[in-house]
C-alpha cells in the first residue's frame, strides 16, 4: 500500500510539474527528477525494495521495443558512422573513464567499478529529442540521436551484463566471456524467431484487447525466455522489435495502432514515474545510513562521476566531428558542423536505462549503495544541468530552420494523392465529382506546405483511396525512398483520417 500511495503523489505531483513547467522546453524527465527527489525525501516514505531482476524486465524490455520498433535497419546503415561513434566508443569511453575513477577514488574491485561505467554511461535520447523536436535544428542531427538511443542501451547493458556475472562468479571473465559468443548470435536469433511467432498471433486478434494483452506478454515475454534459455535478453528483445517492425505496420488497423500507440506511451511514462521513485526511494535508505564523512565523501564521487560523463562526451564528439570534417570526403551526407557537435555532445542526460540498471543490481554486489546513489545523482544532476539547458543552447548557437521534414512530407502527400486519385478512374456522377475537388484542394493545400485536413461524407471512395495511399506508402518505405520520420508522420495522418470515414461500430476493441 506504501508504494501504491507514492505512485499516485508522486503522479499528482508529475501532473502539476509538468502543467506548469510545459513552456520552458524541458525534458519531462527533468521534472521527474524534481519530483521523484521530493517524494523520496518526505518523512513518511516508504523504504521499498524491488527483486534486482523483476527491475530490469519491467523497465528495460519496455524501453528497447520502443526504441528497436521505430528504428530500422536501413537507417541504422545510413547513419552507422555517427551511431558507431556514439553508441559504441562513447559509451566504451565513459564506461572506461568512471571504471577508472571508481577504482582509483572510491576503491571498487575493477568489475563493480565497471558496472558503474556502463550503468551511468547511455544517454537519454528520448529526454533530448522531446526538446529538441520543438527548436530549430537540423533534421539529421535529431535523426542521429534517435539511432543512438537504440545501440548505446544494447552496447551499455550488454558490458552491464558481462561486469555483473564477473563481479557475482568466482571464475570471473574465465567463464562470462566464453558464454557472450552464444549469448550474442542466440539472443538475435531467438528474437527473430519469437517475432515471426508473434506476427502470426497478432493477425487472429486484430481489433480486440486481447492484441494488447498478447503485447504486453510478448514484450516481457520475450525476456524471460531468453533468461531461462541463457542468451542475451537485450539483443533478443531488440531483434523482436525490429522483426514485427518490418511486418505489422503493413498489417495493422488503424484503431490497433492508434489504440497500441497510446497505451505504450503511457507505459513509458509510468515507467519512468515508478523508477525514479524507486531510485529516489532507495537513494534516501542509503543516505540515512552513512556516517556524515562517508556521505560526504559519495556525493564528491558522485559530482565527480557526473564531471567525468558531461567531459568525456564533450570531448570525445567534438574531437570526431573536427576529425570527420577534416578527412571523410563522402559527398552523400554532409558533415557536422561545430554547432551541431556542441548540441550533440550535450545531449547526455541520463535517465529510464540509468535507473533501472541500478535497479538491477543483486543486493549483494560489492559498494551497492554507492553505485545507486551515484546513479540517481548522475541522472538528477545531468537533468537538472543539460536538461535546463539544452533549448538554450540551441537557441543561442542560432541554427537557420530545418523545413526538411514538411517538405519531404509535402512531396510524398502529392504521391499519396495521385494514388488515390487513380482509384477514381471509371467513376461518374455527382460523387465522384465531389471526391475529385477534394482531392484537388488536398493537393493545394500539399503544395504550400500544409497538412489536407480529413472530413468529408465521401466514407466508401474516401477510405478506397485511403487504401491506395497506405499500399504506396508502404511500398516507398519498404524501397528506402523515404526516411521513417517522414514515413510515420504520414502514418499517422492516414490513420486518423480513416477513423474519422470508419463506422463507430467498426471503431470499437473487443474483448477478445
Known amino acids: 500500500m506504501a508504494l501504491f500511495e507514492s505512485m499516485i503523489l508522486l503522479s499528482l505531483l508529475a501532473v502539476v510539474l509538468l502543467r506548469l513547467l510545459r513552456r520552458l522546453a524541458l525534458p519531462y524527465p527533468t521534472i521527474l527528477a524534481a519530483a521523484g527527489t521530493a517524494v523520496a525525501a518526505l518523512p513518511w516514505a516508504p523504504h521499498i525494495a524491488m527483486d534486482p531482476k523483476l527491475a530490469l524486465v519491467l523497465f528495460i524490455a519496455p524501453v528497447l521495443l520502443d526504441a528497436g520498433f521505430d528504428m530500422p535497419p536501413r537507417t541504422l546503415r545510413r547513419f552507422w558512422l555517427p551511431t558507431l561513434s556514439l553508441a559504441v566508443v562513447a559509451v566504451a569511453l565513459t564506461t572506461a573513464a568512471v571504471a577508472w575513477l571508481g577504482a582509483a577514488w572510491a576503491g571498487m574491485p575493477l568489475a563493480a567499478a565497471v558496472a558503474l561505467g556502463a550503468i551511468v554511461a547511455p544517454p537519454d535520447a528520448g529526454a533530448a529529442t522531446a526538446v529538441l523536436s520543438r527548436l530549430n535544428l537540423p533534421r539529421r542531427t535529431v535523426q542521429v540521436l534517435t539511432a543512438e538511443s537504440l545501440l548505446n542501451d544494447a552496447s551499455a547493458l550488454l558490458i552491464f551484463g558481462v561486469a555483473v556475472r564477473t563481479a557475482m562468479s568466482a571464475d570471473g571473465l574465465a567463464r562470462t566471456v566464453p558464454m557472450l559468443f552464444l549469448a550474442v548470435p542466440g539472443g538475435l536469433l531467438l528474437g527473430w524467431l519469437l517475432g515471426k511467432v508473434f506476427v502470426l498471433l497478432s493477425r487472429e486478434l486484430r481489433g480486440t484487447l486481447s492484441a494488447t494483452l498478447l503485447q504486453f506478454a510478448g514484450v516481457f515475454g520475450v525476456w524471460i525466455v531468453a533468461e531461462s534459455l541463457h542468451v542475451s535478453a537485450i539483443l533478443c528483445v531488440v531483434s523482436f522489435a525490429m522483426t514485427i517492425a518490418h511486418v505489422l505496420p503493413a498489417e495493422t488497423p488503424p484503431r490497433d495502432r492508434v489504440h497500441a500507440y497510446s497505451v505504450w506511451a503511457a507505459?513509458?511514462?509510468?515507467?519512468?514515474?515508478?523508477?525514479?521513485?524507486?531510485?529516489?526511494?532507495?537513494?534516501?535508505?542509503?543516505?540515512a545510513r552513512l556516517p556524515a564523512d562517508e556521505l560526504r565523501q559519495a556525493?564528491?564521487?558522485?559530482?565527480?562521476?557526473?564531471?567525468?560523463?558531461?567531459?568525456?562526451?564533450?570531448?570525445?564528439?567534438?574531437?570526431?566531428t573536427t576529425l570527420l570534417r577534416r578527412f571523410r570526403r563522402d559527398t552523400t551526407l554532409p558533415n557536422p558542423t561545430p554547432q551541431q557537435g556542441i548540441v550533440v555532445a550535450w545531449c547526455g542526460m541520463r535517465g529510464l536505462v540509468t535507473l533501472a540498471t541500478a535497479l538491477g543490481l543483486p543486493d549483494d554486489f560489492p559498494q551497492r549503495d554507492l553505485i545507486v546513489l551515484t546513479a540517481f545523482a548522475v541522472t538528477v544532476g545531468s537533468l537538472v544541468f543539460q536538461g535546463t539547458t539544452l533549448a538554450w543552447l540551441v537557441r543561442a548557437l542560432g541554427f537557420a530552420r530545418d523545413t526538411s521534414l514538411r517538405e519531404d512530407a509535402s512531396k510524398v502527400r502529392l504521391k499519396l494523392l495521385d494514388a488515390a486519385d487513380a482509384t477514381l478512374d471509371g467513376e461518374t456522377g455527382e460523387v465522384?465529382?465531389?471526391?475529385?475537388?477534394?482531392?484537388a484542394d488536398?493537393?493545394?493545400?500539399?503544395?504550400a506546405g500544409r497538412s489536407p485536413v480529413a472530413g468529408t461524407q465521401l466514407a466508401e471512395l474516401k477510405r478506397r483511396g485511403l487504401h491506395a495511399k497506405r499500399l504506396r506508402l508502404l511500398e516507398m518505405r519498404h524501397k528506402g525512398q523515404i526516411d521513417d520520420d517522414v514515413f510515420h508522420l504520414l502514418e499517422n495522418e492516414l490513420d486518423w483520417s480513416e477513423l474519422a470515414v470508419t463506422a463507430p461500430d467498426d471503431r470499437e476493441i473487443v474483448e477478445g
Open 299 to 320: 556525493l564528491w564521487f558522485a559530482g565527480g562521476v557526473l564531471g567525468v560523463c558531461i567531459v568525456v562526451r564533450f570531448a570525445w564528439v567534438m574531437l570526431y
Open 432 to 439: 465522384a465529382h465531389r471526391m475529385r475537388e477534394y482531392y
Open 267 to 287: 507505459v513509458v511514462f509510468i515507467s519512468n514515474v515508478i523508477a525514479f521513485l524507486l531510485v529516489g526511494l532507495q537513494s534516501r535508505s542509503i543516505i
Open 442 to 447: 488536398a493537393r493545394h493545400e500539399a503544395e
